[in-house]
């Protein structure tokens, strides 16, 4: 009777051990199944309006600038100062958000603090250094003095109306290397005088792309062969200020101009 008893209770403490390992097991998969869930859709986006720049630091960003990759002590072309996000111009890269966005309306406010130049920002950016082992693949909205609002294809493609007068002869186009990537924007004539502040508003939904610059329509295009990814900022030559860098997520393209009337 004895022995019985203490067989009973050796079996029922091996069926509580193997249940409690079986739990353990399964939790421990449960954690992993949910980390890959995380890591594999890494889509980051609430439904209100958040800023990706803090104006402290540049927490949620991460640069890619390949003079990095053999001079450490490069000058990193990234910076923050008086509250705003600086894009020294040189050495040429690209400071790319840690998140991944889709259908959203980002408004940028930006203006060139010195001799005006080159820039832009980048929607849809995936693959790093797809481009000139610079570029990361994405759709460029362009910055440059003088030319706000044109896209750049970035081995991601785009299409607009009248492609062969605003892209040139169609055996040329591309998106890579010696290819026709420039789509021109509507109009040459929506930036502010040197020194005052742009607002460009960059609206992302579907495969479409929609920008105004100072409250005026630039570009729409449609048929974009990426509709989500990361968001990018070039330094490319000239020192640029962006006192705002503001994400809201959208269910539709807006038909008139989004943001606050220009002066």
């Not at 005006?116 to 910055?143: D, W």
Request: aromatic residues 10%; negative net charge; hydrophobic residues 40%.
């Amino acid at each position: 009777m004895h022995k019985t008893r203490n067989e009973t209770r050796r079996v029922t403490t091996l069926i509580y051990q193997f249940l409690n390992s079986l739990i353990m097991k399964n939790i421990f998969l449960i954690a992993v199944m949910a980390w890959l869930a995380f890591a594999c859709n890494p889509v980051q986006q609430k439904n209100e309006a958040v800023s990706l720049f803090n104006g402290v630091d540049l927490t949620g960003w991460h640069w890619d600038v390949p003079a990095m990759d053999s001079n450490p002590d490069t000058v990193m072309p990234f910076i923050v100062r008086n509250g705003q996000l600086v894009s020294l111009g040189t050495p040429g890269g690209h400071l790319i958000t840690d998140s991944v966005y889709q259908n959203y309306r980002l408004e940028v406010q930006y203006r060139f603090a010195g001799e005006p130049g080159n820039c832009g920002v980048l929607v849809h950016a995936s693959t790093p250094r797809a481009l000139y082992g610079m570029f990361p693949k994405s759709i460029e909205v362009q910055m440059m003095h003088e030319n706000a609002g044109d896209f750049w294809c970035i081995v991601e493609d785009i299409e607009v109306p009248e492609m062969e007068t605003r892209r040139g002869p169609k055996e040329n186009w591309g998106i890579t290397e010696g290819k026709e990537r420039r789509i021109l924007n509507l109009t040459d004539n929506s930036e502010k005088p040197l020194g005052e502040w742009n607002t460009m508003v960059v609206e992302c939904f579907g495969n479409e792309v929609k920008v105004w610059v100072n409250g005026e329509l630039v570009n729409h295009g449609f048929n974009a062969t990426a509709s989500k990814g990361q968001i990018a900022v070039q330094a490319e030559g000239s020192e640029v200020e962006f006192s705002k860098l503001m994400l809201t997520p959208i269910a539709s393209l807006s038909q008139e101009y989004p943001g606050e009337p220009q002066p």
